[in-house]
Structures are given as C-alpha cells and as structure tokens.
C-alpha cells in the first residue's frame, strides 16, 4: 500500500488530543469554591501537520504531548486563581498557540464537584482558537 502525498497548500488537518487532564484548584465565583477548591478535567485537540513524524516516526517530528501536558500543569500550579473556566482556558490555549506549531486548539473544560444540590454533574466550556500564522 503507497501513501498518498497531499500538497501542503490542500493538506488535511491532523489532530493530536490530550484527554481528561485533571487539576485541582481554587476556581469559581461563589466563595465556597473560591475556599474549598473543586477538580476540573481538560480535554486538548491540537490541530496540526503531522505528516513529517507519520514518515519519521521521530518525536523530532511532532509535539511532544509530554511537554504539553507539562505546560499545562506549570500554568495552573502558578498559584494563579482564576473566577472562571473561561480565563484559564483562554491562557492555555494562548500558551499552547504560542509555544507549538498549531493550527487550531480547542479546549473544553468541566467543573465536576459542583457546590449545588440535586442534579447537576457538571459545567463544561469549549474554547476555540485558532493560531493568527495560519
């Protein structure tokens, strides 16, 4: 079987996504979840060529999700707390455009121990972002 080579100007978008980092953290509005902390769980898709590491089979060739991961992680053990998911989605998503050769990042984020009654399992946000280089 022969691979099909796409011009780059026609190239699909290739997808690399981290899913379910969990952190724990100071985030929300209402005191008790300003004071108690709460975890909340972050799903990645990095939209980027990964052509390159597909004929390679280099990480030299590709993000290396470890150091993703890791950037994350630096982001929210700053001590930095944030009133809304939102923010710190925006900050991730930034950061993760800025340091990789992304396309276009889109982050969703759930609050899962929510500080209200009965039945609601959880909050989520989607953000969207896409890198202004491409």
Excluded: W
């Amino acid at each position: 079987m022969n691979a099909v080579h796409i011009p780059k100007e026609s190239a699909l978008s290739d997808l690399l996504r981290l899913k379910n980092i969990t952190i724990f953290g100071f985030y929300g509005v209402s005191p008790q979840e300003r004071e108690v902390g709460q975890k909340i769980e972050i799903d990645l898709e990095l939209y980027t060529d990964l052509s390159a590491a597909c004929a390679s089979d280099s990480l030299q060739d590709t993000i290396n999700y470890e150091t993703v991961y890791t950037a994350v992680m630096e982001l929210v053990d700053e001590g930095k707390r944030y009133r809304l998911l939102e923010s710190l989605g925006e900050e991730i998503c930034d950061t993760i455009i800025r340091r990789y050769p992304v396309e276009k990042v889109i982050i969703k984020m759930q609050k899962v121990n929510l500080p209200f009654p009965n039945n609601l399992s959880h909050i989520e946000i989607e953000l969207t972002r896409e890198a202004p280089h491409f």
